[in-house]
């Protein structure tokens, strides 16, 4: 099982990187993608088009729902005050999702640097990031 970001998401939707779409054909294929509360609230969100919502919201469908982890609103500000101690500001949508990451032991796909910054200071979090 593999938690796909939101900028992943989005880059697979515009095919903006073969690598994004392999890996989330893949992942679709095999009924492994997983989906968390913060990533659903940003892809609703940013759909405009009637035509496209329900193609996508039909699509996600086929995603895995991981449940909010016990002291998720905790954890996710702990994590967001040792980072601003370490120098990076990260938003609270982007702590969340990392939360769920490492509370069910899964890797992120993203191409959002935020993630690199966290595994950078020594955050147990395992991505799947383009070279």
């Known amino acids: 099982m593999i938690l796909i970001d939101t900028s992943a998401w989005i880059d697979f939707f515009h095919g903006k990187y073969n690598w ?3 890996h989330i054909n893949h ?3 095999s009924g492994m993608p997983a989906l968390c509360g913060p990533i659903w609230l940003e892809l609703v969100r940013g ?3 009637k035509k496209d ?3 996508i919201l039909e699509l996600f469908k086929s995603c ?3 449940k909010e982890p016990d002291d998720f609103w905790n954890e996710a500000g702990e994590l967001g005050k040792y980072l601003a ?3 990076y500001t990260i938003g609270s949508i982007d702590l969340l999702i990392a939360v769920h990451a ?3 032991q899964i890797p992120l796909l993203t191409t959002d640097e935020d993630f690199k910054y966290m595994v ?3 955050i147990p979090l395992q991505l799947v990031y383009p070279l």
Do not use: D, F, N
Request: glycine share 8%.
């Open 120 to 122: 950078k200071v020594g």
């Open 53 to 55: 919502t329900k193609k």
């Open 27 to 29: 992942e679709l294929l």
């Open 85 to 87: 101690q370490k120098g």
């Open 64 to 66: 895995h729902w991981l």
């Open 102 to 104: 490492i509370a069910h």
């Open 20 to 22: 994004i779409s392999e």
């Open 47 to 49: 759909l405009h088009h």
